[in-house]
């Protein structure tokens, strides 16, 4: 745990085969990371950029695409495991997770079919699967929580996304002790609507942050049993705001707040370790109103945000197959 006191955990939003030999390791040595995240386009670019996996695809050639990617993911996510076994063994986190097929994400029996099978395969306690957050995942996510499987539920932009997801997990507290999350998007929504604020005088870079806020008061509230919310897509783009905004801004009791290394460094070196959640009903109205008055439709973007982030996992997982074929 980052911050034992508040129960502040940071996780590395990061997998790739060379880095978990070396930098990875570091990190949990010094104790600033105590899980990781892996999403479709992380995959991509590891496994389609490093060299580390040219050996392991060689010997892969009778299978069929899905099944390579498989048979590289999990061995990536085995190792992440095996390495972080400690800190789960001793009740500090000590998860890494791995996402289901995302073109999967409308048919809630494949998800769990897939999900089971997954975490079979993987063989490890500390693997979280990740489900997205459609009509289809609220029923699978709930499924495998109550099989005792842990679970991330992810691109969650939404608070009605985000109390679906919570009262999943409500219901299967009921049949299993099992720890899940709720991955909360947030850089996102301020790329799509940042230069628009800005071209009419208003504040940048605080929509992502508000929304969040708002959800994790929401779910906090629920006080749902060994849930807690995950604040995701916390990278900065560009040099508007400094590296570790987007976790200066979030850092919340009971959170995780999953980030790529490059911003974990930023934030372990200059960043602000002082609580800045909750925040009260009142500032997340102020804002939420300057940015309707600046005449954009917050929810109609936050709609589009949950469209385009399931594309881009698709796009990115199918560009994995391609490759493999």
Sequence with gaps: ????????????????????????????????????????????????????????????????????????????IQKAADILRPLYDAGDDGYVSIEVDPFLCDDAEATIAEGVRL????????VMIKVPATEAGYIAMEALACRGIAVNATLIFS?????????AFERASRHASVDTVISVFVSRIDRAIDETLRSVGVETGKMGIINAADIYNRVEALNVPKCRILFASTGVKGDEFRASYYIDELLAPNSVNTAPIATIDAFVARGDKALKLPLSEEV??????????????IEAVIAQQIVEGLDAFKVAFGEILSELE
């Design 1 to 76: 745990m980052y911050i034992q006191e508040s129960r502040f955990a940071l996780w590395a939003d990061f997998i790739e085969r060379t880095f978990l030999d070396e930098g990875f390791k570091e990190l949990i040595s010094q104790g600033i990371i105590n899980g990781a995240t892996s999403n479709p386009a992380i995959f991509k670019n590891a496994i389609l950029t490093s060299p580390a996996y040219k050996e392991q695809i060689a010997t892969l050639s009778h299978l069929s695409p899905k099944e390579k990617y498989e048979a590289l993911a999990i061995y990536d």
């Design 119 to 126: 975490h079979a395969a993987i063989n490890r306690p500390n």
């Design 159 to 167: 608070v009605e996304q985000a109390l679906a997801c919570a009262k």
């Design 284 to 297: 997340i109205q102020y804002h939420r109103s300057a940015v309707v008055n600046a005449g954009i439709d």
